[in-house]
Structures are given as structure tokens and as C-alpha cells.
């Protein structure tokens, strides 16, 4: 029976044709519906539903893990994903590579005014797909509109929370001389992806991004009982940056090998066109870890039995060294420098 | 990845390597020098030094459109954004050119100038018609390479009849570079950049073609090997050059044979002196001015000229004095040789042009190469280590 009284007096939100205008950051009706409407339809749960100004999560028997992220990525839907699964998969990962298994998210959004419900929907659509994947709720969230013109459409903050299990310690700084350098895939199709569908240079090349949560890869790399000092999912600035903060933490030098390094045939053309490094290109579904050299096979091994780790390599190996410095041998039979990249090779990445 | 994979093989590299090492006298040393930026890039990238004997050095050459650009072009380009409100259009690395005023491009952007990073002048183009009712002007910088296209999109400007498209010219030509080296005090008298041959340009060359290389092989005596930007190209090149040393001879050879004939590429000639005449002198960063080493817009484009189109009047700006980008450029000095190479100058914070392109020398060393200094000082510490037990 349908009930005479129609619900809550108020016109659906227009999907379809509608658009997000002040009034859905003013804190008045409309700013609720476009909360219960969108965002509680499809990442709600149990927490969110608590509907107060702060969530209860319950008490946690050890050391918690926090990690927050900004994505700003353009274009907003890009091959291979959005910044909806982007801004998920982003600080998961930063939470996963920490060792810990990650629980729960809260999400910002900046919404432009004039953006698209229907993509604004899509989005979140992406995201509740994502959290789902990754097994972690989102437990708070907050809505701000800024006129147009002073945002592109829509940014994302997000803050994960995870639970680290006692005796699990990864940190940047315990990289030792001897110890080898894992990848678990090809690096570069992240970034190359975006810059395929960058307005000034887009190009057709089949490269999707990496975009993907890592969490299930991690607690098969840890279950495995090798002896991981360092885990990192190079993000921004790629290997090459990621390599060398964790040499300048740990205080060695880290030498690899260029032959073993992946990298898909398309993102290295498309690397050869634009004059790029692939090694200094973002990924968005890729970790590298330090292990003891005893224990490398059988890390590689658990990587390898993973979806997400079948390409895992080694590709360098830790070394003593008091300037940090992070070489190279290359194909060519030479060596060189792997440097952290100068200024901005190209901004809003993710 | 087909078609560059071939020129990049570590055996057939090792090959060459061997044959190279077979081939020096152990009695002489050779010092060659690659005009390009391109070559200067590859070196460092792919470690070709570790690859050559100890008596070959290669000498970084001012062949880096960015490196050469003196500030008062800079500064141009800066006013243009800032003073006379256009779009400005240019290619990446030349935004962190540092410039008057601390300066650049990037930082007058961040102060409000719409200066917006192309890849291709067509794109500076496209900028101008979805923009009517701006003023878009391309910075254009870079060797004969990217003069053609230059060329060909005031013309294509003038057939549609833009009339919100211009161009700062800065184009500027190779053998005048070349020239000027040769010609300069510390190779011709002094003989403090002692130089044996040329490892001549790439891209260039398809444009100009090997002829005009001979003027240089016959008049100065110097060999010429034009080679390509793959590493293989390289040693390939510095093993003919090795060769000709070794017999006496100073002559043009070409190992780009796959895209470098003897006249070159003749349309794009044509094209080039369609819309561009030389210029009497023009200045360039570590050379200073060098006659006829320049284009300009001619008059009958002058509509598309920036320079006539708003009244530039070019004021030349000195370099940084603990700077040593200009003696670096020359061949005189290498990038450890500067004080601030390293400390002050940086990749993220660069005080001379070297250091901005990854085709400069400094950063080229900065980037892929500084390990090695490192490596100097522990044998130099070591060695004096040994010599002081020598002593006891």
C-alpha cells in the first residue's frame, strides 16, 4: 500500500539533468538531501547512520594507523578510473603499505557549483564500489560548495583508519645493506593514463591506470612471514622519488637493476614521445618493498600468487652508502643517478 | 619497444665499447664535443662515459635551446604576460628559466600572467582561436628543429587572418654556434678547450642537411660525425671520430644516415626562409652576441612579429657573477668547475640556465651523473691514502 502522504514534501534530486548549486553546501534541506539522496544511498552503513556531528567507532584492541589524502586528479574520469575509486584506493593503500588492515574512511568534498549530479553521482558510485572492494566503511564526511570558478568539478580529502596488528613494524627507515627491493608490477600506467586524456596532449594510447586497492596484497605479502622492513606504494613522483626518500630515511644507497624494472610496451613509447621517465611517473595500484635477502623468494613468491602481484620483480638491492644515492645499471651497460624529479612534470596526477 | 630498442642493445654496445677501447692510442688524448643538448641527454642517461676509455672526454656543447636563452629574452616574455596582459605560450622547460627580478616564467605565473605550457605550436594556435577576444603570443626558442613549425603556423595564421596570434621570435641557428666556439680566444689561441672533433646534431641536421658541417671539417680541421640521439648512435659516432683522429683526417661523416641526407629537408628550408631573415646579431646565454646567429620575422609577417606588435625593445641582462653557465656553454668549464653547481644551483632551485633543461650540462651531471664526483673524492682520498704510506 502506498502511503497517502508523500515523502518528506520534497522534489527527488535530479539525477539526471540537475546540477550542484550553493544551496547544496548552505546547510539547509537541500544540503540534507543530497546527503541521504547520494552519498548515505550508496556508502552508508551502520556508523553513518549515526547521523551526529562525530561517529562512535568502537574501541580497538592496539596501534591504529591514520593517513590522509587530497585528490585533485583531471580529468575527473580518466581511463582505467575516476576520482572516486582514486580517492579511495589512494589513502587504503597508504594505510595497507603501513602493515595494517584499513577500516574506515572519511570523505570532503569541494563540489563546485554548476557541477553534474548525474557525475557527482557516479562518482560516489565509484567509491562505494571501491570501499566495498577494500572492505573499509566510510564513517564521516563533510560537503562544501565553492562558487564556479573556484574549483574544477570536484575534490576529495580523504583520512583512512587502520588496525595494526601487534609485531607488525614497516617504517622507511629500517632499509639495511643486503636487503632486496621488490615491485609488484609494471610502473608508470597511472600517470601515462592521465596524460593520455590531458586536453593539450591527448594521445590514443591503450593504457589504462593501475588504480586499485592494495590491502589484499599486503596482508598476503605479510602472511607470508618474510621479514619486510619497508613497504611504499609509489605514488606521485613514481619509483624514482619513492626509491629515494626511502634511501635518504634509511641513510643506504639502493641500486637497480633498469632490465628487471616492468614497464607495459605503451607507457614506454608514450614515455619516449613526451621525453619522460617511466620510473618517475605516478601509479595508483603498485607497492615496492624491502625485504631481508634470505626471505626475497618467498616474498616473491606470495606476491606472485596474488592477482595484483603476478608481474612482481625484484629489481635492486640495498647497499652501503652515506650518501643515500639511489644508481642505476642501465640496459645500455652503463650506470647513472636515479633522482627524485624536478619541479612539476605534470600536476593533478591524483 | 620496436625501432629503438635496436639502439639502445647493452651487447652491441659492449661491442663497440671494445672497439673503441682497441682503437685509441694510449699516447694521446681525445676530446670530442657534442653540440646537442639531445647528445648531452642520452650521454648521462644511459652512462655511456662508463662505457668509453679513460682517455676519451666528451665536452658538453651549448646545443640546449633553453641554456642558450640570454634573461632580456626571458624578461620579454615575462612583460608580455604580465605588462601587456597576453596568453603566453611556450615550451615546458623554458617557464623555469630564472629571469631579472628573481623571476621566471613559472613565478610570473603564480603572480597572475596567463602563461600556459605547449607541446606543439599548433597548440599556441588553437589557444589563440578559442581565446578571440586574447592576445596569444608563442615564445618560440629551440634550433633549426623547431623553426619549421614556427614557420608554418604563421602561415597557417595568416591564411586564416588571426588577428590575436604573435610570435616571439628566438630561433636561433647551429653552425653560427659552432662558429663562434671555434673562433673563441680559449680554442684558437689559449688552447685551453682542447677539441678534436664534433659529435655534430641530430634533429638539426635532418633540417640543414651534413653540407653545411664541411666549412667546419676543412677550415678549422676539426672532424664531424653527425650521429643520432640513441646511445648507440653516440658511441658509434665517437668510434669515427676515434678513426679519424687517428688517420689525420678532419671530414664530415654521418652515422644518422637513416634520416640525414647532404642537402637536407628543402621544403622545410623553403618554408623557413619564407617567413624568417637573419639577424644582424643576437645574444646568447655564455656566447654573448653572435652575428647572424639568429632569425627573425620578415616584414611582410611582421603582423605575427611580438617584437614589432608591441614595441619590444630588447635590453641584455648579465648573468649571475658566480654563474659559469657561459664558460660551461663553451666548453671551458665543466658543471663541478662552478661553485654553486650543487650547493646554491639546483634542479629545484636553478641560478643559471644549465641547470634548468634536462639537455643542460649541469643538470644532465646533477640528475644521472654526481655519484660519480663522490666516487672521484673516495679514490682521490684513497690514492692520496696510498701515497702517504708511499712516504712512510
Known amino acids: 500500500m502506498t502511503s497517502p502522504v508523500k515523502k518528506g514534501y520534497t522534489r527527488p534530486l535530479d539525477l539526471k539533468h540537475g546540477r550542484v548549486d550553493m544551496s547544496h553546501g548552505g546547510g539547509g534541506r537541500a544540503m540534507v538531501q543530497l546527503m541521504t539522496d547520494l552519498f548515505a544511498k550508496h556508502l552508508g552503513n551502520e556508523y553513518l547512520a549515526q547521523g551526529n556531528d562525530g561517529t562512535w567507532l568502537p574501541a580497538c584492541n592496539g596501534r591504529l594507523v591514520v593517513s590522509t589524502d587530497s585528490h585533485v586528479v583531471s580529468p575527473l574520469f580518466f581511463p582505467g578510473g575516476d576520482i572516486g575509486g582514486l580517492s579511495v584506493h589512494g589513502t587504503v593503500n597508504d594505510v595497507a603499505v603501513m602493515g595494517a588492515t584499513p577500516l574506515y574512511l572519511t570523505a570532503g568534498f569541494i563540489l563546485e557549483e554548476g557541477f553534474p549530479l548525474a557525475d557527482l553521482a557516479r562518482i560516489v558510485e565509484s567509491m562505494a564500489q571501491a570501499a566495498a572492494e577494500a572492505g573499509v566503511k566510510l564513517v564521516a564526511g563533510d560537503t562544501k560548495v565553492v562558487e564556479q570558478g573556484k574549483g574544477d568539478g570536484v575534490f576529495i580529502t580523504t583520512t583512512g583508519i587502520g588496525f595494526l596488528a601487534d609485531g607488525i613494524h614497516l617504517s622507511g627507515d629500517l632499509a639495511q645493506p643486503g636487503d632486496v627491493l621488490l615491485v609488484s608490477g609494471t610502473v608508470g600506467d597511472h600517470g601515462m593514463a592521465i596524460m593520455s586524456k590531458r586536453e593539450n596532449l591527448s594521445f590514443d594510447a591503450p593504457i589504462l591506470s593501475d588504480s586499485a586497492s592494495l590491502n589484499g596484497l599486503t596482508a598476503a605479502m605479510l602472511a607470508s612471514g618474510a621479514a619486510i622492513r619497508v613497504m611504499r606504494d609509489p605514488t606521485r613522483g613514481g619509483l624514482a622519488a619513492t626509491i629515494n626518500e626511502i634511501a635518504h630515511q634509511s641513510g643506504v644507497g639502493i641500486h637497480l637493476e633498469e632490465a628487471a624494472i616492468p614497464v607495459q610496451p605503451a607507457v614506454e613509447a608514450a614515455c619516449e614521445l613526451l621525453g619522460l621517465d617511466p620510473l618517475n611517473i605516478a601509479n595508483e595500484g603498485k607497492l615496492i618493498a624491502i625485504c631481508a635477502a634470505e626471505d626475497a623468494d618467498r616474498l616473491l613468491a606470495a606476491m606472485r600468487a596474488h592477482p595484483q602481484g603476478q608481474q612482481a620483480v625484484i629489481i635492486g638491492k640495498v647497499v652501503e652508502d652515506a650518501n643515500a644515492f639511489v644508481q642505476m645499471k642501465t640496459r645500455f651497460g652503463g650506470r647513472r643517478m636515479v633522482d627524485w624529479l624536478s619541479g612539476e612534470q605534470l600536476p593533478r596526477i591524483c | ?392
Not at chain 2, 664531424?224 to 671520430?241: K, R, S, T
Not at chain 2, 653547481?341 to 643542460?360: A, I, L, Y
Request: proline share 6%; aromatic share 8%; net charge negative.
Open chain 2, 1 to 392: 619497444m620496436k625501432y629503438v630498442d635496436e639502439f639502445r642493445d647493452g651487447e652491441v654496445a659492449k661491442g663497440l665499447a671494445n672497439a673503441i677501447a682497441a682503437e685509441v692510442r694510449p699516447d694521446r688524448r681525445y676530446n670530442f664535443m657534442e653540440f646537442c643538448g639531445g647528445h648531452t641527454h642520452a650521454i648521462s642517461r644511459y652512462g655511456v662515459p662508463d662505457l668509453l676509455p679513460e682517455s676519451v672526454r666528451m665536452i658538453h656543447g651549448p646545443g640546449c635551446p633553453v641554456c642558450v636563452l640570454p634573461i632580456g629574452r626571458i624578461d620579454l616574455a615575462i612583460k608580455l604576460a604580465l605588462e601587456n596582459g597576453v596568453i603566453l605560450c611556450t615550451y615546458a622547460d623554458t617557464v623555469r628559466v630564472p629571469a631579472s627580478d628573481g623571476l621566471s616564467l613559472m613565478r610570473a605565473k603564480a603572480r597572475g600572467g596567463d602563461i600556459r605550457m605547449v607541446y606543439a605550436v599548433t597548440d599556441a594556435l588553437k589557444i589563440a582561436r578559442d581565446n578571440p577576444d586574447k592576445e596569444v603570443v608563442f615564445f618560440a626558442i629551440g634550433f633549426e628543429t623547431t623553426t619549421p613549425p614556427t614557420a608554418v603556423a604563421i602561415k597557417q595564421a595568416d591564411a586564416e587572418g588571426m588577428q590575436n596570434f604573435s610570435v616571439l621570435c628566438c630561433h636561433v641557428l647551429t653552425p653560427s654556434a659552432i662558429t663562434n666556439i671555434l673562433e673563441s680566444p680559449e680554442v684558437r689561441e689559449l688552447g685551453t678547450v682542447p677539441l678534436d672533433g664534433f659529435i655534430g646534431p641530430a634533429h638539426v641536421s635532418t633540417i640543414i642537411g651534413s653540407r653545411p658541417y664541411e666549412f667546419f671539417a676543412e677550415e678549422y680541421r676539426k672532424p664531424v660525425v653527425i650521429a643520432g640521439f640513441e646511445p648507440l648512435d653516440v658511441m658509434q659516432a665517437i668510434l669515427m671520430l676515434v678513426r679519424q683522429v687517428n688517420e689525420g683526417r678532419a671530414e664530415v661523416e654521418n652515422e644518422f644516415t637513416r634520416a640525414v641526407t647532404p642537402d637536407g629537408n628543402l621544403k622545410a628550408q623553403n618554408l623557413v626562409s619564407d617567413v624568417f631573415e637573419l639577424r644582424r646579431s643576437f645574444e646568447w646565454r655564455g656566447l654573448g652576441e653572435v652575428p647572424y646567429s639568429a632569425l627573425k620575422i620578415r616584414e611582410r609577417y611582421a603582423q605575427f612579429d611580438a617584437e614589432a606588435r608591441y614595441q619590444l625593445e630588447y635590453r641584455p641582462v648579465a648573468d649571475n657573477k658566480a654563474c659559469e653557465c657561459g664558460a660551461i656553454l663553451r666548453g671551458v668549464k665543466k658543471p663541478t668547475d662552478c661553485k654553486i653547481f650543487g650547493n646554491v644551483c639546483t634542479p629545484e632551485n636553478p641560478m643559471g640556465s644549465c641547470m634548468v633543461s634536462s639537455e643542460g650540462a649541469c643538470a644532465a651531471h646533477y640528475t644521472y651523473g654526481r655519484h660519480k664526483d663522490v666516487e672521484r673524492d673516495v679514490e682521490q682520498d684513497v690514492s692520496s691514502e696510498v701515497a702517504s704510506h708511499g712516504h712512510e
